[in-house]
């Protein structure tokens, strides 16, 4: 599943088209998807895991789920050399937007009436002072499941969560209520950090080299064996960590 900064890669690829006009709409989708012909976007906007096009008085909300690609000016293509049909493809007359495997949903409205722009991690709006009030008022969530949050971390996904809770030495299993306020202002630091260093490293196509624990089966920092877990916490995700120098709060 796309995390927050391959959607703002997106955003940015996708920023060209705009102020241009949908000149066609096709694609499998059983979405009213040919509302938007003839359309000018008024907007090319990321918020967490949605990309969202607005138009005048609506916008597309696209979310990749697990499997969701993007190509734009391309067609994307099987094993076998065959096309894919698109779940939405829109052309302009400056190129061409594909989406596959996707969920798309219309939204009503302006956006800032259905997004908290405060609460993306990577958004100029961020609100550290916001995550923490949130965080606070559910003291005995698994930090893993807090960071996955997308009401407090709009964007962090499965990898972020690991390799933030490795940098400030925590154990997924800790309990939000139970960090210190140190540790826990490094973990709303760090949710936001992490998915900048994130954007930079998967621009320049070196994201998996920087992987410190996910993934991996030593710990860089200590050398011993790392713990991994299938379905942690009540998001049931992957776990990857460090049982000597991640610090679980509070102890067992």
């Not at 973990?187 to 954007?199: C, G, T, V």
Request: charged letters at 25%.
């Amino acid at each position: 599943m796309p995390e927050g900064p391959s959607i703002v890669i997106l955003k940015q690829e996708a920023a060209k088209f705009a102020g241009r006009v949908v000149r066609a709409v096709s694609g499998n989708s059983k979405q009213h998807v040919q509302r938007m012909q003839g359309q000018r976007v008024r907007a090319v906007c990321s918020w967490g895991k949605h990309f969202l096009i607005a138009f005048d008085g609506f916008a597309m909300r696209v979310h990749f789920m697990l499997f969701g690609r993007y190509r734009i000016d391309e067609d994307k293509t099987d094993r076998s050399g065959k096309l894919t049909t698109p779940r939405v493809s829109l052309a302009f007359d400056n190129g061409v937007l594909n989406l596959y495997a996707c969920s798309v949903k219309f939204i009503e409205g302006e956006l800032d009436a259905s997004y908290d722009w405060s609460g993306d991690v990577m958004a100029d709006a961020w609100d550290p002072k916001q995550a923490r009030r949130k965080l606070r008022a559910q003291p005995d969530t698994l930090v893993a499941d807090a960071l996955l949050d997308q009401s407090i971390f709009a964007g962090v996904g499965n990898i972020i969560k690991n390799e933030v809770l490795f940098r400030i030495r925590v154990h997924p299993e800790s309990t939000v209520g139970a960090l210190p306020p140190r540790k826990l202002g490094e973990l709303i630091k760090q949710a936001r950090e992490y998915s900048f260093d994130f954007l930079e490293w998967k621009k320049a196509f070196v994201l998996k080299k920087h992987y410190q624990v996910h993934t991996k089966t030593t710990c860089p920092r200590d050398g011993n064996r790392l713990s991994y877990r299938k379905h942690l916490g009540r998001a049931q995700r992957r776990a990857f960590f460090c049982e000597v120098c991640q610090k679980r709060y509070p102890a067992p």
